[in-house]
Nanobody, 121 residues
Framework: QVQLAESGGGLVQPGGSLTLSCVAS????????MAWFRQAPGNQREAVAT????????YYVDSVKGRFTISRDNDKNTVTLHMRNLKPADTAVYYC??????????????WGQGTQVTVSS
């Protein structure tokens, strides 16, 4: 049974950087896609970034392209989201998710608890 644990959230100023990490336990993440989603109060949950099991395919929602970088380490069963030039609109709870197969933006059944990211002056 896979369990996910996020860390790294916090309060940052606009233009700042923050790195989120997620570690999966219970099963190797080889052949699993890993992803980051976010949800702000009153908003729908959206896929922020996904990464294929071999790391060769990455997806980013348009609003974070050029600012966020997703990476993974299958030896450590981790996925990381490096966020730079953060904006207030990035404020949300960020969730780690995994699924077997392709790095789509749907079909994720395993979720972490979430970590709060707040971007404010």
């Amino acid at each position: 049974q896979v369990q996910l644990a996020e860390s790294g959230g916090g309060l940052v100023q606009p233009g700042g950087s923050l790195t989120l990490s997620c570690v999966a336990s219970g099963q190797s993440m080889a052949h699993y896609a890993m992803a980051w989603f976010r949800q702000a109060p009153g908003n729908q949950r959206e896929a922020v970034a996904t990464i294929a099991w071999d790391g060769d395919y990455k997806y980013y929602v348009d609003s974070v392209k050029g600012r966020f970088t997703i990476s993974r380490d299958n030896d450590k069963n981790t996925v990381t989201l490096h966020m730079r030039n953060l904006k207030p609109a990035d404020t949300a709870v960020y969730y780690c998710a995994v699924r077997p197969g392709f790095a789509t933006v749907t079909g994720y059944d395993t979720w972490g608890q979430g970590t709060q990211v707040t971007v404010s002056s």
